[in-house]
């Protein structure tokens, strides 16, 4: 039924609304009520994917085990480096894993070299100090294309994965080879490979795994594992204990993604954190912080324009010498001795006479070695 309720005032309804009313009831009496429609909530993934990446503390990732249960991940940082007698490391910082707030660190191996037992020797450890100074020289050890190369090979390896097809229709491979990993590097260096970016890094703490989350242009989000054999196609210098944490960090450094680490099982029976470390000097006393290693990076840089400095100056004292003008030779030696190279000044006027110095022949005042001393 359906019931109307009048008003004190007379309300006059049109003919046309009262034959769409009377079919509406009509259609009620007939069918009964519209079926519900259940109410839900879109949740946008690139939204939460932003927020995520902007945490800069404790950050909870929904992890694929086996028990699917919400696993507890944590924003890590580089803290430094280290090159020890079983290679070059890395340490992640990760802070307060325990509730008494200590600040935790997680050891990396990068190489294995014995280069690297006194001192940064290798090509994979002098790559990791430049990308910790900001310099991506992308050379034979880290390829600009080496992470398009591993999701390459991973939708080779995995041809049902998500988005394998897809990338693998953007090569064209020679005629009469079939798939990527049987070109050689000239073949290779011809191909044009997709455009990858990478958005997260995630390393697993119990297992060791390292998952890669990538964006592959006009495809869309990627997650997956780099397998050893598609290493050993990419690395310069291929160390199955090393090289996946090398590459992993490295192109972390080069996009600068973030850096999370799964916790799960990184505590033993007696509440105690596993394979971590709380100070690093006891054993790798050649531990050296990020900041250090960013002091050294600006002392360097700044002894090159120091230098560059330097010989723009003495280049302009020499001109100056040469014509004879003593106020721009002054004002060139007074720049000089602000820069602290007033004995490299005094070597050039040993090395320059003034053109009043050769006028001093014997017999004329001297013989001009008093003024030069």
Request: charged share 20%; glycine share 6%.
């Amino acid at each position: 039924r359906v019931s109307i309720k009048r008003s004190a005032a007379t309300t006059t309804i049109p003919a046309a609304m009262k034959s769409t009313l009377a079919l509406f009831v009509a259609s009620l009496l007939l069918w009964g009520p519209p079926p519900a429609v259940e109410s839900f909530t879109v949740v946008s993934s690139t939204t939460t994917t932003i927020q995520s990446h902007r945490q800069n503390k404790q950050l909870l990732h929904q992890c694929s085990s086996h028990r699917g249960a919400m696993t507890r991940c944590r924003r890590v940082s580089i803290a430094g480096v280290s090159v020890a007698s079983t290679g070059f490391w890395a340490f992640l910082q990760i802070p307060q894993v325990e509730s008494r707030g200590e600040t935790y660190y997680w050891p990396l191996p990068l190489t294995c070299s014995p280069q690297d037992a006194t001192s940064a020797q290798s090509p994979e450890a002098l790559t990791i100090l430049q990308l910790l100074a900001g310099v991506d020289m992308a050379g034979t050890i880290l390829p600009p294309d080496i992470l398009s190369k591993l999701v390459v090979l991973h939708a080779e390896e995995t041809p049902g994965s998500l988005h394998a097809s897809a990338i693998l229709s953007q090569i064209s491979l020679p005629q009469g080879l079939l798939a990527y990993s049987e070109l050689n590097d000239w073949q290779r260096a011809k191909l044009s490979l997709p455009q990858v970016t990478l958005d997260e890094l995630m390393l697993n703490s119990s297992t060791g795994e390292v998952r890669l989350d990538v964006t592959v242009k006009g495809l869309g989000p990627l997650s997956f594992s780099p397998s050893q054999d598609a290493l050993g196609e990419v690395c310069w210098n291929y160390d199955p204990l090393a090289s996946l944490h090398f590459v992993s960090l490295a192109l972390a450094l080069r996009f600068k993604a973030p850096i999370v680490m799964d916790m799960e099982d990184c505590q033993d029976d007696n509440n105690t954190s596993k394979h971590l470390l709380t100070n690093i000097e006891e054993e790798f006393p050649l531990y050296s912080t990020v900041e250090k290693l960013h002091q050294t990076s600006s002392r360097v840089t700044e002894n090159i324009e120091q230098s560059f400095e330097m010989n723009k100056l003495s280049g302009a004292l020499r001109v100056a010498m040469e014509l004879g003008d003593e106020n721009a030779e002054d004002k060139i030696r007074q720049a000089l001795e602000d820069l602290e190279l007033k004995p490299f000044s005094k070597k050039m006027s040993l090395d320059l006479p003034r053109e009043d110095n050769k006028k001093n022949t014997p017999g004329r005042g001297g013989d001009g070695l008093d003024e030069m001393e």
